[in-house]
Nanobody
Framework: QVQLVESGGGLVQPGGSLRLSCAAS????????MGWYRQAPGKQRELVAT???????NYADSVKGRFTISRDNAKNTVYLQMNSLKPEDTAVYYC???????????????WGQGTQVTVSS
């Protein structure tokens, strides 16, 4: 199995910044695309940003120019730098990864447990 553990959430004032991290561990042969999603109360989970193993990125329109996704392949870790945060960015942020299991060599998809980000004055 592959486990994802997020960290870095918290309470920040509007206009502030946070950096989320997500480390993958377990029976990893390879990790392909990784990404961040978020879910606000009463809303569906939505895509925030994704990054391929080669570094190509994709962002939701609502975060373009404010958020930056990056990854360290050697550490199996993905990051989300969030700047100019707004109250509407308040949500639980989930890490996601597509991977190949080292024992079965089968593809899979794993989710982290989520980390709360609250933007409020």
């Amino acid at each position: 199995q592959v486990q994802l553990v997020e960290s870095g959430g918290g309470l920040v004032q509007p206009g502030g910044s946070l950096r989320l991290s997500c480390a993958a561990s377990g029976s990893i042969f390879s990790i392909n695309a990784m990404g961040w999603y978020r879910q606000a109360p009463g809303k569906q989970r939505e895509l925030v940003a994704t990054i391929t193993s080669g570094g190509s990125t994709n962002y939701a329109d609502s975060v373009k120019g404010r958020f930056t996704i990056s990854r360290d392949n050697a550490k199996n870790t993905v990051y989300l730098q969030m700047n100019s945060l707004k109250p509407e960015d308040t949500a639980v942020y989930y890490c996601n990864a597509y991977h190949i299991d080292s024992r079965s060599l089968r593809p899979g998809r794993s989710w982290g447990q989520g980390t709360q980000v609250t933007v409020s004055s």
